[in-house]
């Protein structure tokens, strides 16, 4: 590695730190989960049985029973009275009254449990922890509850989990129901998980609704091979269902809302495709024909690697689907290969961040009111956004229908290593690389009817190999590198370091959220600040203001008599005022940014040219900084240069601060032997009639 591109990436490493500070606030640590490792890979995608089932599990309220069947198809209907009749028996040959029950009577492989329409609200699961599982030696996560091991897990399976399946292979579990509403597992609140599968390879979840934990509904944890199949999740702190360390994965037809982080997580897939280019053998999960809404956000991954999402549909979100690298302790980072296609994602511009505002998050789960709509956002997310990669590499996004979005369709940011904690430098900018967007239907339906998104692209600028469809609408930076017919070709491929500087200071100031403590950032549009509360504007009026001073003051103090220097010093008051004006917009795209920084450019390159004469050394510095500033607005406007490390608007920022406090100083300084305080004029020489008189004097003094 060069010395220069040593020292670019220390400078990126210090910008990463700042960033740091604020990403890993407190409130922020998303899932934790004690320490796991994928699966070795040897399983499959297990298939369901449809045999009798081994077990049954029912209520004995024949009249509840009978009302929940009744409208049910003649055939559906016989069935089911027929395992009731059997299950309301009891014991081994019979029923359960409870799902654990069931579960705690798997004494082998291949087994299928039949789950009755009814309420389970495992009551037995409930009690709290009491003698050694009171008391056990855990560390506890950023919210509060214990990261047990797997072992504690078995010794206490209750803890934390209504219902536990531990280390129970290829068992089926399914509702009997006419829908998935039909059989309803109710955790009311008292647990972390309503059903938790832990080392359950070939597990099959099939038609029954899970609801109302203080984190998740369905988990399945380092499983090789597990189907979820028609179930539904709702009314969760966190996640609907949630999926870690696991392979040969398979969610279909399944719906999820009401969530306080995302309604579908395929966190830490197994990274089988570590190393790989856009080609990959198979994936490790997918997931089709699922519809995720009204969560803070309808998908999302930290380390969510290889996984197939097709033929979906995430809409009425706060983000339509996210994927990141911003979380410690998830395997698989940074996070890598995932393919979108066919999906439809649409209108997630739901804000629920007044429900922490207004104190309701900070109530009870069980007084929330999350079954009359309310959703507790868990971190920072930006309203109003289609699909958000923070941190990814190598990301498929095709064929997708994105519309209806007040803020962005796909949203592109790098995140460096030491946030997932890595500290290696040379793993510093290694996020944010080869995502592909390209044939997305963008700001139409499906029917062709207009749906625009605000914006269509908003990236940080940070990477190499990303590339964006032709014709791709508005977008930040208004110029992207575009996607070639075969992928992995870029036309105008860009390489780096570093983002953008006030996208950069933008979301610092937004990753600042913890729903705990009710802290939402003041500066940041995610949270409703509008105009001059923003983080941008103030920015950008701080330098207008600054740099309108110090303008003014030097063509007054030094360049009064220069029409030019006069001229040009208007020029640059109006760009800045148009800077200020653009931030404000809640969107650097489109042509007032540019044009701010052309008339930016131009103010500073014709002052460079007037304080030529007088100050050289200053003058220079001055040129180059306006020619900066012009490359700049080319940079944002026209093309993005590329094989640079970092963008204009660094290069010129740096210099902009050494030449403000030299402008203060030239300002400043009293010309020597100039009577008054602009600079004097360059001396023309003596005049003829002086020549003649010292002439006739003999070259003496006249």
Same mark, same amino acid.
């Given at each position: 590695?060069?010395? %220069?591109?040593?020292?670019?990436?220390?400078?990126?490493?210090?910008?990463?730190?700042?960033?740091?500070?604020?990403?890993?606030? #407190?409130?922020?640590?998303?899932?934790?989960?004690?320490?796991?490792?994928?699966?070795?890979?040897?399983?499959?995608?297990?298939?369901?049985?449809? =045999?009798?089932?081994?077990?049954?599990?029912?209520?004995?309220?024949?009249?509840?029973?009978?009302?929940?069947?009744?409208?049910?198809?003649?055939?559906?209907?016989?069935?089911?009275?027929?395992?009731?009749?059997?299950?309301?028996?009891?014991?081994?040959?019979?029923?359960?009254?409870?799902?654990?029950?069931?579960?705690?009577?798997?004494?082998?492989?291949?087994? &299928?449990?039949?789950?009755?329409?009814?309420?389970?609200?495992?009551?037995?699961?409930?009690?709290?922890?009491?003698?050694?599982?009171?008391?056990?030696?855990?560390?506890?996560?950023?919210?509060?509850?214990?990261?047990?091991?797997?072992?504690?897990?078995?010794?206490? #399976?209750?803890?934390?989990?209504?219902?536990?399946?531990?280390?129970?292979?290829?068992?089926? @579990?399914?509702? %009997?129901?006419?829908?998935?509403?039909?059989?309803?597992?109710?955790?009311?609140?008292?647990?972390?998980?309503?059903?938790?599968?832990?080392?359950?390879?070939? @597990?099959?979840?099939?038609?029954?609704?899970?609801?109302?934990?203080?984190?998740?509904?369905?988990?399945?944890?380092?499983?090789?091979?597990?189907?979820?199949?028609?179930?539904? &999740?709702?009314?969760?702190?966190?996640?609907?269902?949630?999926?870690?360390?696991?392979?040969?994965?398979?969610?279909?037809?399944?719906?999820?809302?009401?969530?306080?982080?995302?309604?579908?997580?395929?966190?830490?897939?197994?990274?089988?495709?570590?190393?790989?280019?856009?080609?990959? #053998?198979?994936?490790?999960?997918? @997931?089709? =024909?699922?519809?995720?809404?009204?969560?803070?956000?309808?998908?999302?991954?930290?380390?969510?690697?290889?996984?197939?999402?097709?033929?979906?549909?995430?809409?009425?979100?706060?983000?339509?689907?996210?994927?990141?690298?911003?979380?410690?302790?998830?395997?698989?980072?940074?996070?890598?290969?995932?393919?979108?296609?066919?999906?439809?994602?649409?209108?997630?511009?739901?804000?629920?961040?007044?429900?922490?505002?207004?104190?309701?998050?900070?109530?009870?789960?069980?007084?929330?009111?999350?079954?009359?709509?309310?959703?507790?956002?868990?971190?920072?997310?930006?309203?109003?956004?289609?699909?958000?990669?923070?941190?990814?590499?190598?990301?498929?996004?095709?064929?997708?229908?994105?519309?209806?979005?007040?803020?962005?369709?796909?949203?592109?940011?790098?995140?460096?290593?030491?946030?997932?904690?890595?500290?290696?430098?040379?793993?510093?900018?290694?996020?944010?690389?080869?995502?592909?967007?390209?044939?997305?239907?963008?700001?139409?339906?499906?029917?062709?009817?207009?749906?625009?998104?605000?914006?269509?692209?908003?990236?940080?600028?940070?990477?190499?190999?990303?590339?964006?469809?032709?014709?791709?609408?508005?977008?930040?930076?208004?110029?992207?590198?575009?996607?070639?017919?075969?992928?992995?070709?870029?036309?105008?491929?860009?390489?780096?370091?570093?983002?953008?500087?006030?996208?950069?200071?933008?979301?610092?100031?937004?990753?600042?959220?913890?729903?705990?403590?009710?802290?939402?950032?003041?500066?940041?549009? +995610?949270?409703?600040?509008?105009?001059?509360?923003?983080?941008?504007?103030?920015?950008?009026?701080?330098?207008?203001?600054?740099?309108?001073?110090?303008?003014?003051?030097?063509?007054?103090?030094?360049?009064?008599?220069?029409?030019?220097?006069?001229?040009?010093?208007?020029?640059?008051?109006?760009?800045?005022?148009?800077?200020?004006?653009?931030?404000?917009?809640?969107?650097?795209?489109?042509?007032?940014?540019?044009?701010?920084?052309?008339? @930016?450019?131009? +103010?500073?390159?014709?002052?460079?040219?007037?304080?030529?004469?007088?100050?050289?050394?200053?003058?220079?510095?001055?040129?180059?900084?306006?020619?900066?500033?012009?490359?700049?607005?080319?940079?944002?406007?026209?093309?993005?240069?590329?094989?640079?490390?970092?963008? #204009?608007? +660094?290069?010129?920022?740096?210099?902009?601060?050494?030449?403000?406090?030299?402008?203060?100083?030239?300002?400043?300084?009293?010309?020597?032997?100039?009577?008054?305080?602009?600079?004097?004029?360059?001396?023309?020489?003596?005049?003829?009639?002086?020549?003649?008189?010292?002439?006739?004097?003999?070259?003496?003094?006249?």
């Amino acid at each position: 590695m060069s010395w %220069t591109r040593r020292l670019l990436l220390a400078l990126s490493v210090v910008l990463a730190a700042l960033a740091a500070a604020l990403v890993t606030a #407190p409130g922020a640590q998303a899932h934790e989960e004690r320490p796991v490792t994928f699966p070795d890979g040897s399983g499959s995608v297990p298939t369901p049985r449809t =045999g009798e089932p081994d077990l049954l599990v029912c209520k004995t309220d024949r009249a509840d029973f009978d009302r929940r069947i009744g409208r049910f198809p003649a055939a559906l209907k016989a069935r089911n009275l027929a395992l009731f009749a059997r299950c309301a028996r009891g014991g081994p040959t019979g029923g359960y009254r409870h799902l654990q029950q069931a579960v705690d009577a798997v004494d082998r492989p291949g087994m &299928t449990i039949a789950v009755l329409p009814g309420l389970y609200e495992e009551e037995p699961s409930r009690a709290a922890p009491t003698g050694a599982c009171a008391a056990l030696d855990a560390p506890r996560s950023a919210l509060g509850y214990q990261i047990l091991s797997y072992e504690q897990q078995r010794q206490c #399976p209750h803890n934390q989990n209504l219902v536990a399946i531990l280390g129970k292979k290829n068992l089926q @579990i399914e509702g %009997t129901g006419a829908s998935r509403l039909d059989v309803v597992v109710d955790a009311a609140y008292t647990k972390l998980n309503a059903l938790r599968a832990d080392r359950s390879d070939g @597990i099959y979840f099939r038609n029954f609704t899970a609801q109302r934990t203080t984190f998740n509904s369905l988990y399945v944890l380092a499983a090789d091979g597990f189907v979820i199949d028609d179930v539904l &999740t709702r009314w969760n702190d966190e996640y609907g269902f949630l999926t870690f360390a696991s392979d040969h994965g398979l969610y279909k037809n399944c719906e999820s809302y009401g969530n306080g982080d995302s309604g579908i997580y395929p966190g830490s897939a197994s990274d089988i495709n570590d190393g790989r280019g856009y080609d990959v #053998p198979r994936y490790s999960i997918e @997931i089709t =024909g699922c519809r995720s809404h009204h969560n803070m956000v309808g998908y999302s991954g930290t380390a969510g690697d290889s996984v197939w999402v097709h033929d979906n549909e995430f809409d009425h979100n706060m983000g339509g689907a996210s994927m990141d690298s911003a979380f410690p302790g998830h395997p698989g980072l940074p996070q890598n290969h995932a393919r979108f296609e066919r999906n439809l994602i649409h209108d997630n511009n739901q804000n629920y961040y007044r429900h922490v505002a207004d104190g309701t998050c900070a109530k009870p789960p069980v007084e929330r009111g999350y079954e009359q709509g309310v959703v507790c956002p868990q971190i920072s997310m930006p309203p109003g956004t289609g699909i958000i990669t923070a941190g990814g590499n190598w990301n498929l996004y095709e064929d997708n229908w994105v519309y209806g979005h007040q803020r962005a369709a796909f949203f592109l940011s790098a995140v460096p290593a030491f946030i997932r904690g890595e500290s290696a430098w040379g793993k510093q900018t290694d996020t944010s690389h080869h995502n592909r967007y390209a044939g997305n239907h963008l700001g139409v339906d499906r029917s062709g009817a207009s749906r625009p998104n605000r914006t269509d692209v908003w990236w940080d600028g940070q990477g190499g190999g990303n590339c964006w469809q032709p014709g791709t609408g508005a977008s930040t930076p208004g110029v992207l590198p575009e996607c070639g017919a075969r992928r992995g070709d870029v036309s105008g491929n860009t390489d780096r370091l570093v983002g953008e500087p006030a996208k950069l200071a933008h979301l610092l100031v937004c990753a600042d959220y913890d729903v705990q403590a009710r802290r939402l950032p003041a500066g940041c549009d +995610w949270y409703g600040a509008r105009g001059v509360q923003r983080v941008e504007t103030q920015l950008a009026l701080a330098c207008a203001v600054v740099l309108g001073l110090m303008g003014a003051a030097l063509w007054w103090r030094r360049l009064r008599h220069s029409r030019l220097a006069g001229a040009a010093t208007l020029v640059g008051l109006v760009g800045l005022g148009l800077d200020v004006a653009g931030s404000t917009l809640g969107r650097a795209s489109g042509l007032l940014p540019a044009l701010a920084l052309l008339l @930016i450019g131009g +103010w500073w390159t014709a002052l460079g040219v007037a304080m030529r004469p007088a100050r050289p050394a200053f003058a220079w510095t001055t040129l180059v900084l306006g020619l900066l500033t012009l490359l700049d607005a080319f940079d944002k406007a026209v093309l993005m240069i590329p094989w640079v490390p970092l963008g #204009p608007a +660094w290069l010129r920022g740096l210099l902009a601060v050494v030449w403000v406090l030299w402008a203060v100083v030239v300002a400043g300084r009293r010309a020597p032997g100039a009577a008054g305080d602009r600079d004097p004029a360059p001396d023309p020489g003596p005049s003829p009639t002086a020549a003649a008189t010292r002439a006739a004097n003999g070259g003496g003094a006249a």
